[in-house]
């Protein structure tokens, strides 16, 4: 019920947008005059506040690339793209970014229909949908009313039935919704923070070395045991890495 109602009031208020606050304009101010330690400093400080946006988690990973921070960046492009699962800027930044990291990985193929669904809830954030069930709940009201009022006869069905899809349909995008609300909350991915790290067999430090990785590599978080993480990588390879070797997304 807590989720539900988190996800009804993002698709009225749907995001904080840092671009309305004089903060972010003065940090884009910096950027653009090439003073990006400044800029970063600026754009973190809007985040401590609490300000969640697309945008400032963009411009924050661009201060970064600027760096050849590329750790940072892939970290705040991968936090954007969560919000903003469709923008091509994040998108294309993210993707140029990956291509300064070391390791390369190929994900494992995702079975058609998997792709297919990721595919319909990448077009809108939560809020997005969130929008969506409220508009298709407001439709099925108005023409569940007109049934009882206007219509009559052949017609005064064929709007009740069309009210009742509505309805269907609004709890299709609710249930679209709360997975893309659950999936946006999830913070069990991470990017890996230092030069090189040894993944191990078990969280110790003297058991086998697997294989190693290298800074800005995504990887999910599976399990966490006092200082140590296990991960999986997209290839579906499996390790343990010490806490402090990750940054969560």
Excluded: C
């Amino acid at each position: 019920m807590r989720k539900l109602v988190v996800i009804l009031f993002l698709a009225f208020s749907y995001l904080s947008f840092a671009e309305n606050i004089p903060e972010f304009n003065a940090a884009n101010i910096l950027y653009n005059t090439g003073q990006y330690s400044k800029a970063i400093e600026a754009y973190k400080a809007i985040v401590d506040k609490g300000t969640v946006s697309s945008n400032l988690y963009l411009n924050l990973g661009n201060s970064y690339f600027k760096l050849n921070k590329i750790a940072d960046a892939i970290i705040n492009y991968e936090r954007a793209i969560k919000l903003s699962p469709s923008d091509e800027d994040i998108i294309f930044n993210l993707k140029v970014a990956n291509t300064k990291i070391v390791d390369k990985i190929d994900p494992a193929p995702k079975f058609f229909i998997t792709e297919w669904i990721d595919n319909v809830m990448g077009v809108f954030t939560s809020g997005g949908w969130g929008w969506l069930v409220v508009l298709s709940f407001w439709i099925a009201a108005g023409l569940f009313l007109t049934v009882l009022f206007v219509f009559k006869g052949q017609m005064k069905r064929i709007v009740f039935v069309a009210s009742i899809a509505f309805v269907f349909l609004a709890i299709g995008f609710w249930v679209i919704a709360f997975t893309k609300y659950s999936a946006e909350t999830n913070n069990n991915f991470g990017v890996i923070y230092n030069e090189s790290v040894y993944v191990k067999a078990s969280p110790d430090e003297k058991s086998t070395d697997l294989f190693i990785l290298h800074e800005g590599t995504k990887s999910e978080i599976l399990n966490t045991l006092n200082e140590w993480v296990q991960i999986k990588l997209q290839n579906g390879n499996v390790g343990w890495i010490a806490i402090n070797d990750i940054v969560r997304i």
